[in-house]
């Protein structure tokens, strides 16, 4: 062989070999990509059972609120720690409505 195909055959070898270590540092890429894209869909999947529940939490919390905050309720506390109760119609007194003409 002459020493020109010599050279030309090595660098063939080389070329061939830089293309190999190139993708199997893509391959290595993607995979790790790969990787890192399902361990971050199982933090997303979490997330949003946690969101979900806090959002159940939250409907519960309020509905108790408005229980816990309504008349029927709030009368029977106030009738027994407040001693007080609704007025019957004899003790209730009307009053008029004050007109700007009447603060003159």
Known sequence: MSPSRKRAAGAGRSLIAVALVGFVVVASGVIARRVLGVKWQGE?????EK?????????????AIRDASSRARLQPIAEQRLNMHI????QQ??????TTHDSL
């Not at 997303?44 to 949003?48: D, V, Y």
């Not at 007025?87 to 004899?90: G, S």
């Open 87 to 90: 007025p019957t119609a004899d």
């Open 93 to 98: 007194v009307i009053l008029p409505r004050r």
């Open 44 to 48: 997303l999947r979490a997330l949003r």
């Open 51 to 63: 969101r979900t529940a806090l959002e159940g939490e939250r409907i519960r919390v309020e509905a």
